[in-house]
């Protein structure tokens, strides 16, 4: 190996130790982003139970009947059913990695495309350690797999809002433009499919999933500035009262975002998806349960320049 080489191969190493690095610290703003999201659905799951719990209350004081009608209601669970897991999604597909194989990583100076090994990976759990009775949590691989689960089976424990849980996945690439000054389209290839469910016995659940792209300047050794954050709703539901819904789908996520970028910088191209439930499991009147499930392949992400 001549001199030349191994100084080509020790800068590469360094270049990849450094994304590696600074990528596990640019992550932290995934969980920030979360943790706003977090705090507003928490504020308004809480305002609509204390309302429940209120309408509950005028109903249970008004005659004995109505009472014993609201804890006979309360009582009835249907939520029993054993959460079957989703499978299939985010294998190996030989047709879409043939396809990668055929590309080359510059196929013109405006037209690149990022396959795997990517280059970072992030999950988050909320709350810490509460996983619940039958989920798997969030996990993310470098191929460009993701997998979030969230079930919350009944159990007999005195929370009332205080049921809930949200979890997130994403995997990251790093992309440097060629020119000083260009407009960046980047467009990922993601397949993915969920399956939720809510149930109420006159309390709420709500249930929701997200997909998106989120996307970071390097500013400095641990520094980062957010460039944009899209993310497409995958689901969002609510039950109250006696109420059961459910859906199970499957799709490609593969919307188009445009940035202002220069050569000068580095850039951090995420894809992440996220999942969240609010639940009852146990009140004075009733319970309410949910659980969701989403699995999701990032195959390859496209760049398109303009300058």
Known sequence: MTQK??????????????HKREGELAASALTDVLNEQTGRQRKAYASEWERHERLLEILVSSSPAA???????????????????????????????????????SLTDRLSFRGKPFDARWT??????RWGTAARGPSAQLDGTMSLDLTETYVDRPIAYGGWMRNAAGVG?????????????????CDYGFRWKDDSSLQVAHNSGDIGVFIQRFLGPGQFETVLDDRTELWRDGTSWYQTHQDEQSGYFTKSNYFWASSSDWYLVWVWCNSAIDFATKTTFGSS??????????RWLVFEQWA
């Not at 992309?175 to 467009?187: C, D, M």
């Not at 499930?293 to 990032?298: F, I, M, P, S, T």
Request: with cysteine; aromatic share 12%; hydrophobic share 40%.
């Open 67 to 105: 009472r014993k009608l609201v804890e006979t209601i309360g009582a009835m669970k249907v939520f029993d059913v054993g959460v079957e897991k989703l499978s299939g999604v985010g294998k190996s597909d030989f047709v879409l990695n043939h396809q990668m194989d055929i590309m080359s990583n």
């Open 5 to 18: 080489q191994e100084e080509t191969n020790r800068s590469k190493a360094a270049l990849c130790d450094w």
């Open 124 to 129: 988050e759990f909320r709350p810490f350690n």
């Open 289 to 298: 349960r949910a659980y969701n499930n989403l699995l999701a392949h990032l």
């Open 173 to 189: 690439t790093w992309f440097k433009p060629k020119s000083k000054s260009t407009y960046v389209r980047v467009a990922p290839f």
